[in-house]
């Protein structure tokens, strides 16, 4: 496979299906930004944490890609002809939802309450978190952009809403097992 087509060359791109757009078009920066914040998930992941939390994390990349490929793919053209068989894009589940708000709940067991906003960073590891929380929060309002001009799979805006709530509850975790101080933000009293 060659990895340079010169097919981009003017300013377009091909989606799934074959139907070309400019690469500024809105359902090119919301697959771009997903796979912006796969590539920090994997820098989270090959940071020094819990192994569980590492195979969470692969598994939220394997989504990610599932979303890409959703946010890449023509909506006239949902299932593409492949040789002699037609592929199917794949979807994410309701199973794939659950499996995040079942991770938070389990993390927020061990940590303290949450009374205040706490400033991003204390560690390199958590500031990581926060960045692909804000990727996260990013890719969202792009794919809600591309879902008012045209429907996505209602699962999807689900899980990068649910993924960018996992993301902050994981950075608080992870402060906890690095011992990273949480500051809290307390705004300031008027003069």
Known sequence: MKIYTKTGDKGTTALF??????????????????????????LIRDQEIDSHSKGILINIQDNLFTIGAILATD????????????LTIPKISNEDIELLEQEMDEMNTQ?????HFVYPGG????????????????????ASALNDIEPLQSHT???LNRLSDYLFVLARK?????QADEIKWIPKKEK
């Open 111 to 115: 940590l303290p309450p949450m009374k």
């Open 17 to 42: 299906g074959g139907t070309r757009v400019p690469k500024h078009h809105i359902r090119i920066e919301s697959y771009g930004t997903v796979d912006e914040l796969n590539s920090h998930i994997g």
């Open 75 to 86: 909506s006239k053209k949902s299932k593409l002809k492949s040789g002699k068989e037609r």
């Open 157 to 159: 805006l689900i899980y």
């Open 123 to 142: 560690h390199q590891t958590v500031s990581f978190c926060h960045i692909a929380r804000c990727v996260c929060r990013r890719a969202e309002r792009l």
């Open 174 to 178: 992870l402060s906890k097992d690095l």
